[in-house]
Each structure stands twice: as structure tokens, then as C-alpha cells.
């Protein structure tokens, strides 16, 4: 079983840059897509990018299109998510989430692991 744990959180100011990683666990890394979910105050979780088990294909959210960067090391175990020009919207919890069977599912029930979280706060 594949485990998850995101890190690079933190507070920056709107315009600043992040880097997220997702570390992996495990010898199976590479059979997982994964993707990265976000969750701020009162809303609902949020399917931000996601990556598939090569990294060939990259999906991403309409509100971080050309802001945000998925990629992924399977050498390393660990996708990483790049976020440029950050707003006070970014704000969140953010989550890796990893699948063995689907691509980018948007059901929670279909992943198969989880990360505990990493905050990102962008002030004003």
C-alpha cells in the first residue's frame, strides 16, 4: 500500500510562488495516478490537477490554468504541483490523492489513498 504525505505549504503574499510535494511511500508509486485536491473554509473539496501514472497527461482546473504546474518523479516517488501568481482564493487545505484503476475521478470514493494535508495561505 502506497503512502502519501504532501509538504511546501505555507504563507505567502498574492503574486508569490509555492511548490507542493506529494512523497510517496511504497514500490507501486508509479501505478497511481494522482491528483491534487484543495479545500478552503465553508467549500467543498476541490479537484485542482491531477497526473497520470507516466505523467504524460496533466489535467488542471479552469481557475489554475497557467498558474499551476503538476508533475511527477516516479524515480523520486513524489509529484510535485508548482503554483505561480497566487491569489487570496488559493487559500486552502491542499491534498494528494492517488489511484490505482482511474484517471482524475472526481468521486472521493474512487481513490485509493490519501495525504494529510498541507496548508496554503496567500495574504493580500
Known amino acids: 500500500q502506497v503512502r502519501l504525505v504532501e509538504s511546501g505549504g505555507g504563507l505567502v503574499q498574492a503574486g508569490g510562488s509555492l511548490r507542493l510535494s506529494c512523497a510517496a511511500s511504497?514500490?507501486?508509486?508509479?501505478?497511481?495516478?494522482i491528483s491534487w485536491f484543495r479545500r478552503a473554509p465553508g467549500k467543498e473539496r476541490e479537484l485542482v490537477a491531477a497526473i497520470n501514472w507516466s505523467g504524460g497527461n496533466t489535467d488542471y482546473v479552469d481557475s489554475v490554468k497557467g498558474r499551476f504546474t503538476i508533475s511527477r518523479d516516479n524515480a523520486k516517488n513524489t509529484v510535485y504541483l508548482q503554483m505561480n501568481s497566487l491569489k487570496p482564493e488559493d487559500t486552502a487545505v491542499y491534498y494528494c490523492?492517488?489511484?490505482?484503476?482511474?484517471?482524475?475521478?472526481?468521486?472521493?470514493?474512487?481513490?485509493?489513498?490519501w495525504g494529510q494535508g498541507t496548508q496554503v495561505t496567500v495574504s493580500s
Open positions: 511504497g514500490r507501486t508509486f508509479s501505478n497511481y495516478a
Open positions: 490523492a492517488g489511484s490505482s484503476t482511474y484517471y482524475r475521478p472526481t468521486s472521493l470514493r474512487m481513490y485509493d489513498v
